[in-house]
């Protein structure tokens, strides 16, 4: 089992919706959660930081839920320039290392 | 703040050939971290370092590969005698020693094996 797993989509929405990306981690230890965001062939630029009491940043909402090992990134009134891979992070044991999950693809259309 | 640097971005090399990624960390961050990209697939940590110092290196190849951080310069990560399967992207990151905010990554280098 992969220690993070993603649906890897892709996910096509038309502009305005609102869309909710799940994630699931396997290590129970599992102390820091992220998501980040990959643009085609750059590099992963994060986010925001996932706590358990929620965390919101304008439009995204990132949520975790520790008895289910469950993370989830909500984006609301969906933009054209929100098309991009995210991936679901989380270090375990130690703070030093980031584990990725392979991420999943968004396409917000017109 | 110039953000992470990572040279070349775009590397080429014939099997066979050494390949030597550069990275320069952000400003006032002391922790350097390697990751490796192969294509369709996510990103796999390599090695972490501090100034001179390897702190945990479990996710580098136990052949061919090797990473420095020295007192003055960039962190180096050192591919030797490249096969076609290094080709991939590899991307630098660093941090403060808290590490609360998260990691912030360089723009990649590119290497290709021909």
């Known amino acids: 089992r992969k220690e993070v797993e993603q649906d890897p989509g892709p996910f096509n929405v038309p502009e305005g919706a609102t869309v909710a990306f799940n994630c699931t981690y396997s290590?129970?230890?599992?102390?820091?959660f992220f998501w980040y965001r990959q643009d085609c062939r750059k590099e992963p630029k994060l986010l925001m930081s996932?706590?358990?009491s929620g965390n919101e940043d304008g439009r995204f909402t990132a949520q975790l839920n520790r008895a289910s090992q469950y993370i989830s990134l909500l984006i609301r009134d969906s933009k054209l320039s929100d098309s991009a891979t995210y991936l679901c992070?989380?270090?375990?044991?130690?703070?030093?290392?980031?584990?990725f999950g392979t991420g999943t693809r968004l396409q917000v259309t017109l | 703040n110039a953000g992470v640097m990572q040279n070349p971005r775009h590397l080429v090399r014939r099997r066979g050939q050494e390949a030597r990624l550069r990275c320069s960390p952000m400003k006032g961050h002391s922790h350097v971290y390697w990751y490796r990209q192969l294509p369709e697939e996510g990103l796999k940590f390599m090695v972490y370092l501090q100034k001179e110092n390897i702190i945990d290196e479990s996710g580098m190849p136990k052949e061919r590969f090797s990473a420095e951080f020295p007192k003055e310069g960039p962190s180096i990560l050192r591919i030797q005698q490249v096969v076609r399967g290094d080709s991939a992207a590899y991307f630098c990151?660093?941090?403060?020693?808290?590490?609360?905010?998260?990691?912030?990554f360089g723009s990649g280098t590119r290497l290709t094996v021909v």
């Open positions: 992070v989380v270090t375990t044991g130690t703070a030093s290392k980031l584990t």
């Open positions: 996932v706590y358990s």
């Open positions: 990151a660093s941090s403060t020693s808290d590490r609360l905010y998260g990691y912030t």
């Open positions: 290590n129970s230890a599992s102390q820091s």
